[in-house]
């Protein structure tokens, strides 16, 4: 990801109503999948500039990629944050309860197949792996190129990915499903010549209702429905004990 996206990340993920939607999304089903927390570490691998890992409490360890985010990680969140590529990661076979990763797979400098592998590998026996990648790969934009994107997914594509790599008791949805005609109308139709992220604080009242609109979905995901389209698409796969 380019520099400044990481320093947009770190300004604005704790404010901005995508991220505290992805944020509470992604915890929802955890939760659900998990009532009783793991003794084991929590990971969150690719870990950016820390907004997640703050939320996962006391236990929970960072790994990004970028020397510069895992440095913002470990001031935001007081968590140890380690240099690594999820390719390839610095942790035991097992020793982990539950690892995160919030769009780091559809990174064009992730191996897919090796990064599901290593998440597998690390986990213990009925470890939860809890991902979220971006729907549709006819939504690329100008915001993809300036994330390093190189593929996005559909529940079908994930849950082929996740059952190759070792893990069962897989659920998948969609969110962003409410706001998606604006969000395509965002990308497909008035992007022009943007060369930058779609991160950016919208003025009050619009911040507001789209967080409103994302609790609502939440909501839902919390009462284990899963939404039939989106922008994002969200998983939780269990390795099998």
């Known amino acids: 990801m380019e520099a400044d996206e990481y ?3 770190h300004a604005l993920e704790e404010r901005m109503w995508w991220y505290r939607g992805l944020h509470a999304n992604l915890l929802t089903l955890y939760r659900l999948a998990s009532p009783i927390r793991p003794v084991m570490p929590i990971l ?3 870990c950016g500039t820390g907004g997640l890992l703050k939320q996962l409490g006391p236990g929970a360890v960072g790994m990004d990629l970028a020397s510069a985010a895992a440095g913002l990680a470990r001031a935001k969140s007081g968590a140890p944050v380690c240099v690594g590529s999820i390719n390839d990661m ?3 076979d097992g020793s982990l309860g539950a690892i995160f990763s919030a769009d780091v797979l559809y990174h064009r400098a992730v191996d897919e197949r090796a990064a599901l592998e290593n998440c597998h590998r690390c986990l213990m026996p009925g470890g939860l792996l809890v991902l979220n990648l971006p729907a549709y790969d ?3 934009s100008a915001h993809d190129r300036a994330v390093h994107a190189a593929r996005r997914y559909t529940r079908r594509r994930i849950e082929q990915r996740l059952r190759a790599a070792g893990f069962d008791r897989i659920r998948t949805s969609y969110w962003n499903m409410l706001l998606f005609p604006l969000m395509v ?3 497909k139709l008035l992007s022009g010549s943007a060369t930058t992220s779609d991160v950016m604080l919208y003025p009050a009242p619009i911040e507001a209702l789209f967080r409103t609109v994302l609790r609502l979905e939440n909501w839902a995901l919390a009462r284990g429905l899963s939404l039939p389209f989106g922008g994002s698409v969200l ?3 269990v390795k099998h004990g």
């Open 44 to 46: 969150d691998a690719g």
């Open 90 to 92: 610095p942790f035991a």
């Open 7 to 9: 320093l947009k990340m």
């Open 138 to 140: 006819w939504m690329s």
């Open 235 to 237: 998983a939780v796969a």
């Open 185 to 187: 109308m965002r990308r």
